[in-house]
C-alpha cells in the first residue's frame, strides 16, 4: 500500500483543521478540507529523531547546533541551487511571525504594503494590525493566475509603497512564479526602492516540468532589497512545530530584522523546530519525491472529476501546492450562501474564496492533500450537493 492511502484519525489530536469546525457550523459528521496541513505522517526520519528526543526526557532550553544550518545550506543549494551562508539565515518561529517582523522592520505605522488580491489571508492581517496601510494589485486569473505588472508599478508610484509582499509559490493560484516575471517585478521595485518579502514557503511543493527559482536568484541585485522567508513546516506536514528560517544577504536589512526580533524577544526557536528542520532536510528528500507523486495524481483526480462530475466548476491545475481554486461563479450563489451550500448540503468545510481578496468572491480553496479516498469521498459530497 502507498503509504500516503493511510487513513488517519486526527480528530482529538488538538488540529485546527479537524478540531475546531464542529464548533464553528454547529454540526457534527463534517470533512475538514481546508487549512493548509496534510492528512499524511511526516516522514518517519523525523519522528524518529522527536521519538530520540522525546526519550531521553528532558525538556530544556536548547542551542541551535551548526548541523542544522548544514542542513538549510544544503538543502537550498540541492533543491533550489540557492546558495545562502550561515551568516544569511536567520531562525525564528513562523513565516507569518517572520513576516509581521519585516513589516516592523522595514516601514513605519502609516506606510504603505503592497500585496496581491487574492493571496494568503495572513499577508492583509500583518499589514493592518501593525497600523500599515494597505493596497492590493489584483492578479488577473483568467486561464493561469498573472501579474498586472502595469498597474503594480502605477501604485507603486501613486501609492509610495514601501514594501511588497510576494507569495512565490502563489497560494491559493498555485502559480510557481518564473524567472523573467520575478525579473519583470523585482526591476520594479529596485526602480522605486520597495523593499520586497517573499514568502517562499511553497518553494519545495512543484511539480515537474514546473521549477522554482527563488526571488534572491532572479537577478544578483535582487538580494540588496528583498529577504526571503521559508520553512520546512509546510514541506514535510510540521506546521505544529512553529519555525521558520529567513535569508537575508543585504547587511543593513538583516540589522533592521534583527534589531526588530530582539525588541520582540523573538530570536529563539523551539527545540522541535530545530530537530524536525534538521531530519527532514537531512533524510526527507526521498519522502517528498514520493509526496510529490502522489499529489500529483491527487490534482490530475481531482481535475478529472470536476471535468467530468460538476463541470461548471472552473479549475485548473496549480503547477505548485496541494491548494485547488475552484471558480463556482456559474451558480447564483452569495459568498455566504456558497459556504453555507457546501458546508450544510455537502458536509465539506473548504477555505471560503473571499477571505482572500475581492478576486476571490464566489470561489473555494480546496485541500488535496489527504489519502485518496478521502479525497473521493468530499468531491463526491459536493458534486451531491451541487448536481
Ligand atoms: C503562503 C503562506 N505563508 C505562510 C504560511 C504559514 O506559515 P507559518 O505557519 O510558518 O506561519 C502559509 C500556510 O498555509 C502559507 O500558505
Not at 530584522?257 to 530582539?262: A, P, R, S
Request: a negative charge; one cysteine or more; hydrophobic letters at 40%.
Amino acid at each position: 500500500m502507498n503509504q500516503f492511502d493511510q487513513t488517519i484519525n486526527r480528530k482529538k489530536t488538538q488540529s485546527v483543521k479537524w478540531d475546531t469546525i464542529e464548533e464553528t457550523y454547529h454540526q457534527e459528521g463534517l470533512l475538514p478540507m481546508w487549512v493548509a496541513d496534510m492528512d499524511f505522517k511526516a516522514p518517519e526520519a523525523v519522528r524518529s529523531a522527536f521519538q530520540a528526543y522525546l526519550d531521553q526526557g528532558v525538556f530544556g532550553y536548547s542551542i541551535v547546533p551548526d548541523s542544522l544550518y548544514e542542513a538549510i545550506i544544503s538543502w537550498q543549494k540541492k533543491r533550489h541551487n540557492f546558495s545562502v551562508k550561515k551568516e544569511d539565515i536567520l531562525l525564528n518561529s513562523g513565516v507569518v511571525p517572520s513576516m509581521a517582523l519585516s513589516v516592523q522592520a522595514y516601514t513605519n505605522p502609516g506606510d504603505t504594503v503592497l500585496i496581491h488580491d487574492p493571496v494568503y489571508p495572513p499577508f492583509a492581517e500583518v499589514v493592518k494590525e501593525n497600523d500599515r496601510k494597505l493596497i492590493r494589485s489584483q492578479l488577473s486569473t483568467e486561464d493561469k493566475f498573472a501579474m498586472n505588472f502595469a498597474e503594480m508599478e502605477r501604485l507603486i508610484q501613486e501609492e509610495d509603497v514601501k514594501l511588497f509582499i510576494l507569495c512565490n509559490p502563489h497560494n491559493p493560484g498555485g502559480r510557481v512564479w518564473s524567472k523573467e516575471e520575478l525579473q519583470q517585478i523585482g526591476d520594479i521595485c529596485k526602480k522605486h526602492h520597495v523593499i520586497v518579502v517573499s514568502d517562499e514557503i511553497h518553494q519545495d511543493i512543484v511539480y515537474q516540468p514546473e521549477t522554482f527559482t527563488t526571488f534572491q536568484n532572479a537577478e544578483p541585485s535582487f538580494k540588496d532589497f528583498s529577504i526571503v522567508l521559508t520553512a520546512a513546516t509546510k514541506t514535510f506536514n510540521l506546521a505544529g512545530i512553529k519555525n521558520s528560517m529567513v535569508f537575508i544577504k543585504n547587511a543593513e536589512l538583516k540589522q533592521a530584522f534583527e534589531k526588530v526580533q530582539k525588541q520582540n524577544q523573538q530570536n529563539g526557536i523551539n527545540t522541535f523546530g530545530i530537530i524536525g528542520t534538521q531530519a527532514a532536510y537531512e533524510e526527507g528528500a526521498e519522502w517528498l519525491d514520493s509526496l510529490l507523486d502522489y499529489l500529483k495524481e491527487n490534482i490530475e483526480f481531482t481535475y478529472n472529476f470536476f471535468q467530468k462530475e460538476l463541470p461548471n466548476v472552473q479549475l485548473s491545475k496549480p503547477e505548485a501546492t496541494y491548494l485547488m481554486w475552484l471558480d463556482f461563479s456559474a451558480y447564483p450563489l452569495t459568498d455566504k450562501q456558497l459556504e453555507e451550500k457546501i458546508v450544510n448540503e455537502a458536509k465539506v468545510v473548504l477555505n471560503p474564496g473571499i477571505s482572500y481578496g475581492s478576486q476571490g468572491s464566489q470561489h473555494m480553496r480546496i485541500n488535496i492533500a489527504c489519502p485518496r479516498a478521502t479525497l473521493k469521498e468530499g468531491l463526491e459530497r459536493i458534486a451531491g450537493a451541487f448536481k
